[in-house]
Every structure is written in structure tokens, then in C-alpha cells.
């Protein structure tokens, strides 16, 4: 059998093959579409955005102490008794935005006694897991160190009576703010002047510098809505029905929302909202936040 050489027509492709041409031809260019996510992640590593989150992890710690108190009054548990410092038990989501974003708890808190019963235990599950999504650099580093300062504080802070505050009272909150303050001052020292991460510790110094305690007082005892459902005179009927939404695993958002939108079910709705995951209004930074994410990333969120 004769061997190919190898410039036989047999093995070399023509030049004016048809087909090689349409093969070769010139690709059309596929538009892309716009990424989703992208301006999302644009405004979660935004500065002012880290900013209120650590602001947050100020004001929430504080309300915390409010709430405790105001559970140990109805319990007659001993506050020191109701909550535990140590690593952070429970977690209302996760990032779903990868590696450089996490969910970052706003406070530390480790054992809840159950001797407070299901519902107010249930309240200091969600608002010990409320989490917030931020850059990674933010849960690290600044964030570790404000994990030591409420660890450090909590017993503190469970010693001020939020009925009434005395000069005592006022000292142990004005030294948990300098605490604050001093661990931003020592992060900011060591960044570049002009870089995200110096702004956003800057404005997160600048926030909490600002607060008086008169108006972390307001602020704690604004957000108590579990006092507004029981002040109602239908109360009784209230707590019953959200207890059994909670035993039932309701929406608490969607009960919420639908409560403020009608109206009629406002008490029920604020009464929810105290053993929900956030007992508060989301904040306009998270509420921004919100309204960049898709819906499959909003079904991933508790807000």
C-alpha cells in the first residue's frame, strides 16, 4: 500500500473549503448581561455601610442590657443569670455572597438560661443571631476585637438599671462607648488615611463618639415593642396568638409587614416583632441593602 506524503491533497485541508471558512469565520460578540450582584456588593463594601454596622454593634449591644433587665422584672430570673458571654450560638443567615462577605453577628452571647421560658428565649435566640452581611474585613480584625469588648462588658452591662439611671449607670455605658471608641482609634492607626477601610472605621468612630447616654436611654426604650403589646388592652389574646405563631414557625417578616400595612393587626405585629430577629425597624442602611438584592437573595436573608 502506498504511504501519504504529506503534502497529498488527501490529508491537506484546501484553502477555499467551504466549510473550513464558515468554521472560521468571525464570531458574533454575545452581549453580557449586567451582573446582578455587582451593585450590591458595590454598596456592602461601601464605607458607610460598614460604618453603620459597626455603629449597630454599639447601639444593639446596649439595648441588649435594656432587654435583659426588662426580662428579668417579668421573670424574676437574676440578669446575670439569664445570658452567658461566650461564642455565638445561633445565626439568622449566611453571606451567600462567597468568601469576602460574611454574616456577622451585631452581638456576642453564648448560653440563654431556659428558666426565662419559650418565648422570651425565643426572643434572645433571634436577637443574639440577628447577623448582618459585610466585608469580610469587618467581621475580622475590628470585629474581633468589639467580640472581646461585649465579652469583656456584658456583666457590666447587665448591672444598669434601665428603669432609672443613675451616675453609675452612666459611667459603666459612657466606659463601654470609650472601649468602643478606643479599639476603632487603634484599627484606624494602622490603615492607610484614604483607604474604604480607614473611612469606614472613621464614620464608625464618628457614630458612636456622637451618642449620649440619653439618647441610647430613648433609643433602648423606643425599641422595646414587647412593652407596647403588653400596654394594650387586648394583650392576653396578643401573646397567645404569638405564641402560637411562633410555635408554628410563621413568617415573622411577612406577619410583620402584613400587621403595619393593615393596621388591625398592629399590636399582634408588634408583639412578633419582639421575637423576631430584629425587634427593631431595619435600619435605612439594611433597608438599602435590601433593595439591591435579587429575590432568590432576599429569600436567603432575615431582615
Known sequence: ?????????????????????????????????????????????????????????????????????????????????????????????????????????????????????????????????????????????????IDKIQSQYLPKLLEVDFDELSEDDDAIIEEIRDAYLSALSKRINREEPESNTSIALSLAYEKIRAWSVDDLYEKQNTN??????ENHPHHPQLNETATDLIRAGTNFTTTVDAGLQTRSYFMVAAYVRFTSPISQEPSENERRVKKQQTPSQQAQLVV
Open 1 to 145: 500500500m502506498a504511504s501519504k506524503m504529506p503534502n497529498d491533497d488527501s490529508t491537506t485541508p484546501k484553502e477555499n473549503d467551504p466549510l473550513k471558512s464558515k468554521r472560521i469565520g468571525k464570531r458574533t460578540a454575545v452581549p453580557k448581561e449586567p451582573d446582578p450582584s455587582s451593585e450590591q456588593n458595590e454598596l456592602l463594601n461601601s464605607p458607610e455601610h460598614v460604618g453603620a454596622h459597626l455603629d449597630d454593634r454599639f447601639t444593639r449591644f446596649i439595648r441588649l442590657g435594656g432587654q435583659i433587665h426588662y426580662i428579668s422584672k417579668k421573670t424574676r430570673v437574676p440578669r446575670n443569670a439569664i445570658v452567658r458571654a461566650g461564642p455565638s450560638q445561633f445565626q439568622d443567615q449566611t453571606s451567600g455572597q462567597g468568601s469576602e462577605f460574611h454574616a456577622a453577628h451585631i452581638i456576642r452571647v453564648g448560653d440563654i438560661s431556659a428558666e426565662i421560658g419559650e418565648s422570651y428565649c425565643t426572643f434572645l435566640k433571634k436577637f443574639a443571631g440577628h447577623t448582618q452581611i459585610v466585608p469580610r474585613y469587618a467581621n475580622l480584625g475590628i470585629g474581633q476585637d
Open 224 to 229: 422595646s415593642a414587647i412593652r407596647q403589646a
